[in-house]
């Protein structure tokens, strides 16, 4: 019995030394960290990666006197653009100008459209390097969410237009409400045949614990400064004049959420498509949601052939504990998206 008393100190030790190496390590590494950038640009070559995965398979049928043959080719094609390059860098001759460049961006909206965070440092970088032929393609999915978060991220799309960058935002899934706000902005809208769209409205909901409270003998004190300061509240006493109040400013963001949406495409008719509804992507071309009806596949695969196409990624350092966060925050978001398909519509 003493032996396994002795065995069980030396491990509670070897525990504790161990937790405090881990501790040290962990602060090391965070304080290395915050040296560090917030984030980095991550830039892949989409047409490159598309030909190499082209020329991959075109290999594969090939017999084997056949590849060798290929691979024959391609190094003495190498060879000969290497030397013609070096041959224009000793003559002083710039590079021929290329293809226009089209930069794709990727932005799946949580409720309250965090992601804007990398949306503005991503357009940010585009708008020092795109030059007039280059265009911007944001592959765009969202149910929507907070006023606040989606009419800034519909505003960091709007620089794009206001330098007269051409906009695509290509919608393969969902981008309905706050995520039909951003897509509207873009100069042109393609969707998925069974994308959802629209949803042009706004909802809030509210639960009220003051009659269980009351029932229970809890008394709850709000005091505000201001008449509207507090129109709804969850544990006190709601009136006739609050839910009043509640519903105007409901009325008014969805104005506001209205006239956005047809000074961003004045040939909607807004009466018809703003009550709330969401329609499927053949639906919304009928309804001039959208200008055309294919996956952002094809419509890649299509500039491919006019353009060289980028992807263009901002990666946030995130912390250990935002991690885990993070992941949390996403189950909600799918949780949250599963009630709004099923009739249980986000704030906008």
Same mark, same amino acid.
């Given at each position: ?36 950038q917030r984030g ?152 998925a045949p069974f ?39 969850m544990l006190g ?47 919304? %071309? ?5 200008? +055309?009806? =294919?996956?952002? #596949?094809? $419509? !890649? &695969? ?18 250990? %504990? ?5 992941? +949390?925050? =996403?189950?909600? #978001?799918? $949780? !949250? &998206? ?11």
């Amino acid at each position: 019995m003493e032996l396994l008393a002795q065995y069980g100190l030396f491990l509670a030790k070897i525990a504790t030394v161990v937790v405090a190496i881990a501790v040290i390590a962990a602060i090391i590494v965070n304080l290395a960290q915050r040296k560090k950038q917030r984030g980095e640009l991550r830039v892949t070559n989409l047409s490159e990666h598309y030909k190499e995965m082209k020329e991959s398979l075109a290999v594969a049928l090939l017999d084997g006197p056949q590849q060798k043959q290929w691979h024959k080719a391609q190094k003495k094609k190498q060879k000969q653009e290497a030397k013609a390059a070096k041959a224009r860098a000793k003559l002083g001759n710039a590079e021929p100008e290329g293809k226009p460049r089209a930069w794709v961006l990727d932005f799946k909206g949580s409720m309250d459209a965090h992601e804007v965070n990398s949306l503005r440092e991503e357009i940010t970088a585009v708008l020092a390097v795109a030059k007039a032929r280059d265009q911007v393609v944001i592959r765009l999915e969202s149910p929507g969410g907070v006023v606040h978060g989606y009419g800034l991220a519909a505003s960091q799309l709007q620089r794009l237009r206001d330098k007269q960058i051409p906009l695509t935002v290509a919608v393969d899934k969902v981008a309905a409400s706050g995520g039909y706000m951003m897509a509207c902005v873009a100069n042109k809208i393609v969707s998925a045949p069974f994308a959802i769209l629209g949803s042009i409205g706004v909802v809030a909901q509210i639960p009220n614990l003051h009659r269980f409270l009351k029932n229970k003998d809890i008394d709850i004190e709000l005091h505000t400064a201001g008449q509207y300061k507090r129109t709804l509240t969850m544990l006190g006493e709601n009136t006739e004049e609050g839910r009043r109040k509640f519903r105007e400013d409901l009325n008014e963001t969805h104005h506001l959420f209205k006239d956005f949406v047809h000074r961003m495409r004045p040939g909607l008719d807004i009466k018809q498509v703003a009550t709330g509804e969401h329609w499927y992507g053949v639906q919304a %071309l009928e309804k001039g949601l959208v200008d +055309a009806v =294919e996956t952002s #596949d094809e $419509l !890649l &695969l299509g500039l491919m052939e006019s353009h060289e196409v980028i992807g263009v990624r901002y990666q946030q350092r995130k912390k250990m %504990l935002d991690r885990f966060t993070g992941s +949390a925050a =996403e189950s909600a #978001d799918r $949780l !949250l &998206l599963r009630w709004w398909q099923r009739g249980q519509k986000p704030l906008m």
